[in-house]
């Protein structure tokens, strides 16, 4: 299974991006998926994930330094998820890694996607 990330880029303070994860080879069948993120200098953090509850249902959860500003949905297909970020801050910046496996928020991670650059200027 291959996870593939997008959407990174450089955007002001304020401002929004959207990111995107698309699962590719064999069957995804990961009970979660979901984004880490990694500042400068400082270890790779959960961020948010969703965990698939039925055909088009999910439970989300986010870190408290992300809850009410992002938001992560998942593809009816369940191949694809987005993590849209609104109100970005500075301290957003880092590289962001799409994830997918049992338990992202105790780092059951199964697969990881490669990253993509967040860069938010002040």
């Known amino acids: 299974v291959q996870l593939q990330a997008s959407g990174g880029g450089l955007v002001q303070a304020g401002g929004s991006l959207r990111l995107s994860c698309t699962t590719s080879g064999r069957t995804f069948s990961s009970r979660d998926m979901g984004w880490f993120r990694q500042a400068p200098g400082k270890e790779r953090e959960f961020t948010a994930r969703?965990?698939?509850?039925?055909?088009?249902?999910?439970?989300?959860v986010y870190a408290d330094s992300v809850r009410g500003r992002f938001s992560i949905v998942g593809d009816n297909d369940k191949n694809t998820v987005h993590l849209q970020m609104n109100s970005l801050k500075p301290e957003d910046t880092g590289v962001y890694y799409c994830?997918?496996?049992?338990?992202?928020?105790?780092?059951?991670?199964?697969?990881w996607g490669q990253g993509t650059l967040v860069t938010v200027s002040s």
């Open positions: 969703l965990r698939w509850a039925g055909d088009s249902v999910y439970v989300a």
């Open positions: 994830a997918g496996g049992h338990n992202l928020q105790t780092g059951e991670v199964d697969y």
